[in-house]
């Protein structure tokens, strides 16, 4: 890609701080400038080299090329709209979050012609947040999607796609609902299972976390992410969360009566159907 | 631990034949006989050196020191009562499921005050299952609960308690209704769960799999594990399992109606609950 001599990071956390690390260690950003609520974050993410320079108010960022948003998913657009009086036209406006339908359509209203919007969410991440927690190989061999609409500009597209190949990523294009559709089932319902496992388990009282294995270990480290950015992200795409969570209980319940009427022929059916599904899925790595 | 001669593993799967597999390599047994249904896996075994010899008539077994049983836990009695016939006064009987109540009641009540039983549960393993599948440092680190009762032989426990030191787990007793309760949360319920996620998926035709990234690979993991080891053990601890998962489907409803709500503070109220309880576990591991 031509290299982009200025770009804004807004929100310089896992996400916005491993895109600006492997940007430049890729060659592919001049000056990176942050911009964040907190300005410790934003003084590690000075010290680790991650950005440049940092600004809190908006009015000091001074002319840029690209801006990233990455910030929990509700805050996109409020984020653009501080940014907006002092953004050159031209200025390419692109983001990072998990849902993609409502803060596609938020930004496009907000946005006029001049300011072209790409839509783009990175499938990497753990459960760890900041700038402390960047890492320039965060998105190498992962998928991005990006989700243009009749209005992307293609050019902006372009820079965006280059981008993230850039940084490692198998980049694509999908439909936002479609993407939304998808993400609630691989990763949004999962984080809300995993929040209300490790929940249920602390609201029992149960004395049993240090008899868990590698199978508590697995199914409750996402309840260590962030509660705002989820909170964020289960609010942003409601519709397609209650229903992949409606469809789990359903199955659930299955199980929970087969087990309940001891009718071990029903229970090894729905059993033996989940773990052919699960190796149809390709992963079977242990 | 004094060397155990002759031992005979009753299922040379994952947990049996990497037990074997840990003990000679620690140099604790001497012959070791394998017992199962399939010829297939028992070739395995021999060929891999899991077993010196296996046997599909228990008539053809010969003295026996020891005698563990690592079959799918509803076959554990089914399994010592084949061997009875067989065995001399004195022989040793242990197993290694995931449930002890039950099976520790069964064979009790099964074997004559000549023949010992130790109740055992190594908790290790993956959703990878048979010979081939052993490794002979699984149990390393690993925790591994015995449930004596007042009738357990104090010369067994110790035994039981040498072996699995001997292959490097952390040796506690406790009781084995607390355990299955314990279970029930940090192993049970979380296959229950990655069962009934991957199977309601597959039920709803979503094509949703290929956008799955690390939170989808963990939750699911373990709904590759073998269907039959886990209808029993879903069996045998059926009420602490109706239990936990009543809880867990209780939380995530919570969840569920704060998302349907639009109640951003509560929603972030349970994420908040659940990630400072996953903290506190202790493990923050990525």
Same mark, same amino acid.
């Given at each position: 890609?031509?290299?982009?001599?200025?770009?804004?990071?807004?929100?310089?956390?896992?996400?916005?701080?491993?895109?600006?690390?492997?940007?430049?260690?890729? +060659?592919?950003?001049?000056?990176?400038?942050?911009?964040?609520?907190?300005?410790?974050?934003?003084?590690?993410?000075? /010290?680790?080299?991650?950005?440049?320079?940092?600004?809190?108010?908006?009015?000091?960022?001074?002319?840029?090329? $690209?801006?990233?948003?990455?910030?929990?998913?509700? #805050? *996109? %657009?409020?984020?653009?709209?501080?940014?907006?009086?002092?953004?050159?036209?031209?200025?390419?406006?692109?983001?990072? +979050?998990?849902?993609?339908?409502?803060?596609?359509?938020?930004?496009?209203?907000?946005?006029?012609?001049?300011?072209?919007?790409?839509?783009?969410?990175?499938? %990497?991440?753990?459960? /760890?947040?900041?700038?402390?927690?960047?890492?320039?190989?965060?998105? /190498?061999?992962?998928?991005?999607?990006? *989700?243009?609409?009749?209005?992307?500009?293609?050019?902006?597209?372009?820079?965006?796609?280059?981008?993230?190949?850039?940084?490692?990523?198998?980049?694509?294009?999908?439909?936002?609902?479609?993407?939304?559709?998808?993400?609630?089932?691989? #990763?949004?319902?999962?984080? %809300?299972?995993?929040?209300?496992?490790?929940?249920?388990?602390?609201? #029992?009282?149960?004395?049993?976390?240090?008899?868990?294995?590698?199978?508590?270990?697995?199914?409750?480290?996402?309840?260590?992410?962030?509660?705002?950015?989820?909170?964020?992200?289960?609010?942003?795409?409601?519709?397609?969360?209650?229903?992949?969570?409606?469809?789990?209980?359903?199955?659930?319940?299955?199980?929970?009566?087969?087990?309940?009427?001891?009718?071990?022929?029903?229970?090894? %059916? $729905?059993?033996?159907?989940?773990?052919?599904?699960?190796?149809? +899925?390709?992963?079977?790595?242990?």
């Amino acid at each position: 890609m031509a290299r982009v001599e200025r770009v804004a990071i807004v929100g310089v956390g896992l996400i916005g701080g491993s895109l600006a690390l492997a940007a430049r260690a890729a +060659g592919l950003v001049g000056e990176v400038v942050g911009i964040g609520r907190s300005e410790a974050n934003l003084a590690v993410a000075r /010290q680790r080299g991650i950005i440049d320079r940092s600004v809190r108010d908006p009015a000091d960022l001074g002319p840029v090329d $690209l801006v990233v948003l990455a910030v929990p998913v509700r #805050s *996109t %657009a409020a984020a653009a709209r501080a940014l907006l009086p002092h953004l050159r036209p031209g200025t390419l406006l692109t983001d990072a +979050g998990s849902v993609k339908a409502t803060v596609v359509a938020e930004m496009e209203a907000l946005l006029s012609p001049g300011l072209p919007f790409v839509g783009a969410h990175p499938i %990497a991440g753990s459960e /760890q947040a900041g700038a402390a927690a960047a890492r320039a190989d965060l998105f /190498q061999g992962a998928r991005c999607i990006l *989700t243009p609409t009749p209005r992307t500009d293609a050019a902006a597209l372009r820079t965006v796609r280059e981008l993230w190949e850039g940084v490692g990523a198998r980049v694509d294009d999908m439909d936002a609902v479609a993407h939304d559709a998808a993400l609630a089932w691989v #990763s949004h319902l999962p984080h %809300a299972i995993a929040y209300a496992l490790v929940g249920a388990l602390a609201r #029992s009282g149960a004395e049993a976390v240090a008899l868990g294995g590698a199978s508590w270990r697995d199914a409750t480290r996402v309840a260590a992410s962030p509660p705002e950015l989820w909170r964020d992200i289960f609010l942003a795409n409601r519709d397609a969360v209650l229903a992949a969570t409606d469809a789990f209980a359903a199955e659930l319940a299955r199980l929970r009566a087969a087990v309940a009427g001891g009718d071990g022929a029903a229970l090894e %059916a $729905l059993l033996t159907h989940a773990t052919a599904a699960r190796r149809r +899925g390709g992963d079977d790595r242990p």
